[in-house]
């Protein structure tokens, strides 16, 4: 009974990760539910990794319990003086490179994929901190503002503010947009990194550096990340929290913040001059 208790316990993990998209959870199993489409292609090629390293262990576990049973002293009292085979020989190098080739292609196509700004419809800045974040939006005016984690005294419940997650200033971005994100870390600082799972993004922040990715994120909600680089004493304080809206509602969020909206003719006129490259 208990054995069965635990097992229900395990599959309701699993099975509740869905619903909660933003979060990790304790005892999770799975991957957070991708909402941008790098994320996608990386759940995909997860799922194909699963696949083909699921039937090598099952493979190779075979093989050995095979050998152990055919070919023990006892089943064998003569041994064998077998020194080469070249058949097996060439099967077990082909198989292998094969297998490389088809890990390789879509990894490559990824990592194409998301190197490339897709059509950048808006640019956000990212400047890590010891030991908080900097976030800028260069085309709509000066708006900026620092976001630092809240501390479990100022946690409030009627907020859905969470422990260790939640931020005094959560990033807004618009939902169906393509955001290009410039990711750096301040002069005299060190290295951090901006990772949100759900979005597919872990991008390291260098000082004097500037790196670039890009996201869509295709379902609104709260999503929650935390920096990914060994950064000193505050590194497991840094948290990430992106709340993503309709356009419609980011924008209103803009001018609340004093920022000013592009003119639609510059928005048409990025577009044009930015290429896109094609999902495969």
């Given at each position: 009974m208990r054995n069965l208790n635990f097992f229900l316990f395990l599959a309701l993990a699993f099975f509740t990760t869905a619903a909660f998209a933003a979060e990790p959870l304790p005892m999770q199993l799975n991957l957070q539910p991708a909402v941008t489409p790098v994320a996608e292609k990386l759940h995909d090629f997860h799922n194909l990794l699963l696949v083909i390293i699921t039937a090598i262990t099952i493979f190779v576990m075979g093989l050995l319990l095979y050998v152990m049973v055919?070919?023990?002293?006892?089943?064998?009292?003569v041994p064998s003086t077998t020194t080469h085979n070249v058949p097996l020989e060439i099967i077990w190098t082909v198989i292998p490179v094969l297998i490389l080739i088809v890990i390789a292609v879509p990894s490559f196509r990824i990592l194409y994929f998301a190197d490339k700004v897709e059509k950048p419809e808006m640019t956000l800045k990212i400047t890590g901190y010891q030991w908080y974040w900097g976030y800028e939006y260069p085309d709509y005016g000066d708006v900026s503002f620092q976001a630092y984690l809240i501390k479990d005294s100022e946690i409030d419940a009627s907020q859905h503010q969470k422990r260790l997650l939640s931020t005094d200033?959560?990033?807004?971005?618009?939902?169906?947009?393509?955001?290009?994100?410039?990711i750096t870390a301040g002069p005299t600082d060190v290295l951090h990194a901006w990772t949100i799972p759900a979005f597919g993004v872990k991008k390291d922040a260098v000082p004097g550096r500037l790196n670039e990715a890009w996201?869509?994120?295709?379902?609104?909600?709260t999503y929650y990340g935390q920096c990914s680089e060994l950064c000193g004493k505050g590194h497991g304080f840094m948290p990430i929290e992106v709340k993503a809206v309709p356009?419609?509602?980011?924008?209103?969020w803009i001018v609340a913040q004093g920022g000013k909206l592009p003119a639609p003719e510059a928005e048409a006129a990025s577009e044009e001059t930015t290429e896109t490259p094609k999902a495969e």
């Amino acid at each position: 009974m208990r054995n069965l208790n635990f097992f229900l316990f395990l599959a309701l993990a699993f099975f509740t990760t869905a619903a909660f998209a933003a979060e990790p959870l304790p005892m999770q199993l799975n991957l957070q539910p991708a909402v941008t489409p790098v994320a996608e292609k990386l759940h995909d090629f997860h799922n194909l990794l699963l696949v083909i390293i699921t039937a090598i262990t099952i493979f190779v576990m075979g093989l050995l319990l095979y050998v152990m049973v055919r070919f023990n002293a006892k089943a064998n009292p003569v041994p064998s003086t077998t020194t080469h085979n070249v058949p097996l020989e060439i099967i077990w190098t082909v198989i292998p490179v094969l297998i490389l080739i088809v890990i390789a292609v879509p990894s490559f196509r990824i990592l194409y994929f998301a190197d490339k700004v897709e059509k950048p419809e808006m640019t956000l800045k990212i400047t890590g901190y010891q030991w908080y974040w900097g976030y800028e939006y260069p085309d709509y005016g000066d708006v900026s503002f620092q976001a630092y984690l809240i501390k479990d005294s100022e946690i409030d419940a009627s907020q859905h503010q969470k422990r260790l997650l939640s931020t005094d200033n959560p990033v807004v971005v618009p939902t169906d947009t393509n955001i290009r994100l410039e990711i750096t870390a301040g002069p005299t600082d060190v290295l951090h990194a901006w990772t949100i799972p759900a979005f597919g993004v872990k991008k390291d922040a260098v000082p004097g550096r500037l790196n670039e990715a890009w996201m869509r994120v295709t379902e609104p909600g709260t999503y929650y990340g935390q920096c990914s680089e060994l950064c000193g004493k505050g590194h497991g304080f840094m948290p990430i929290e992106v709340k993503a809206v309709p356009k419609a509602e980011f924008e209103q969020w803009i001018v609340a913040q004093g920022g000013k909206l592009p003119a639609p003719e510059a928005e048409a006129a990025s577009e044009e001059t930015t290429e896109t490259p094609k999902a495969e």
